[in-house]
């Protein structure tokens, strides 16, 4: 029994080692991608977007949320995304464990990896549900689907909580240009009546990074665009459902298919 137990710890060891082996490597690839970013000169070139919320009065971020980061470990694209992350953090001077990330795709080694960067991830799939709760928050959602930058603006749907936001991710205003208004409003109405309450300024083109962060902006809500909305506007509280929706892009509870666009997978 004695030396059953032992082989049993030894392979629980191996185990260890080799899953923290293989969590250095992907964190190795990702350090490199950050470095690219930086070499590119990609990096400066979006620092003014990034800073554009600041430099326009928004309060700064004391925290992120990170959406849909997908399988880094194997993805190039993925693993750029991540990297630019790091350097928003740096610029923004949010500390990694004030970073909570969420997507359910993860392998192991990437949430070893995670844990490593002194990241934190969210334990349960809150479908984009997260409430600011009065704190400035950054949310990091690069090609995530509609339906979840929809149900962050409902969670939020104040104009206390959207002035303390700011949203990296698919431009808000391409959003309204590619869907017809009907569906628009029925699908995704959050999304349809808070553009009129926001600022966006988009990333820029860069040929190594087209596919990466194509149709990405920066977005916030000034308290004065926001009250440009209607009193009706306000009044509509109602959570969203998507019964109607053909092409929902989301990750629900419970499901474990990968919902995100190619793009971020």
Known sequence: ??????????????????????????????REAREDLLTSGFWAASAGAVRAPLGAGAEPPVRCVCYGLGRFGGCPIARSQLGFLLLLL???????ERCSLFDPAFSAREVEALGQLGLQLLTENEEGKHRTGGSATLFYMVHCGKALYNNLLWSNWSAEALAKMVIIGNSFRGTHERLLPRVLQRDYSYL????????????????????????????WFPLEKLQELSPEDWDFVEEPTYQDCEDLEIIRKGDRANGHSPAAA
Do not use: I, M
Request: no cysteine; aromatic share 4%.
């Open 1 to 30: 029994a004695e030396g059953g137990w032992r082989e049993a710890g030894g392979r629980r060891r191996r185990r260890r080692d080799e899953e923290a082996a293989a969590a250095g490597a992907v964190l190795r690839r990702v």
């Open 90 to 96: 740096e610029e923004l001077r949010v500390p990694p």
């Open 192 to 219: 349809a009546r808070v553009l009129k309450g926001t600022e966006e300024v988009a990333l820029p083109a860069h040929p190594r990074y087209l596919d990466t962060f194509n149709d990405t902006s920066v977005h």
